[in-house]
């Protein structure tokens, strides 16, 4: 039974904290009753039941996101679509290319749409040595990276700008290693007092300078010697008392 949340919000609350303690989906939904709700949601528009948005829909850096089969299942089951042709794995380990081709309801007769993506491109765009799957099922990289790619370009009101699973992988692929790929973080927030005419007046005025630091001036430590010397010479001088030679 498919739940609309703006009609029952409690109903598909409550299906989702039943969803949430389940083991039977996939772990980045477990224990996240609130992300459960938005997946059915987003789901939910595109003509899926709850359960098939949980198993197709992925979360990617707080992004949802489709794999290519999904992909390929939205864009047949829609209204819009005519007819598509891709190229077979076997033709594309020989050709090293993926072709795919096709046509929405409604355009002119002879109006073809074709896409293609290849292995170079996936070593140009370092994604070769980015996962053991490129090397091992180097066919089915190449063909998923085309389908998004037709999809993008002929079905993009489909998927309503969701963006393809394997598309954010390849991004993040890239993406240095420390860096999130969600940007620069934000500033911190200002405090309440704060009067931009005197953070600029401090931002223009010439730094002050530094105090120099007092200078005292310590006296040579006495010496032993010098001092025994100088004992010496008062002895020497000093008058003798009467009567004494």
Known sequence: MDIELHKD??????????????????????????????????GREMGMTPLGALRS???????????????????IQSSSYHWHTISSNAEILKSGVCVMKGARKGWPDGVVQE????IQEAKEARLWASSPSWKNHPADMVKHRCVTRFI???FADVLMGITSQEHMEDYLANVPSGDSGEGPKPKAPRPENFDAK??????LS????????????????????????????????????????
């Open 198 to 203: 005197e953070e600029l007046k401090r931002k």
């Open 57 to 75: 829909l992925d979360v990617i850096q707080g992004k949802v996101a489709f794999p290519a089969k999904t992909q390929l299942a939205l864009m």
């Open 9 to 42: 919000h409690t109903g598909i609350m409550q299906k989702a904290e039943l969803y949430s303690r389940s083991q039977m989906i996939p772990k980045q939904f477990r224990g996240k009753p609130a992300d459960i709700v938005v997946a059915i949601e987003t």
């Open 115 to 118: 896409v293609t993506y290849s």
């Open 206 to 245: 010439p730094p002050k300078k530094k105090p120099e630091p007092e200078v005292i001036e310590k006296e040579p430590p006495h010496s032993s010697v010098a001092s025994a010397q100088g004992f010496e010479m008062i002895w020497e001088e000093a008058p003798l008392p009467p009567g004494v030679e």
């Open 152 to 154: 993008d370009t002929v």
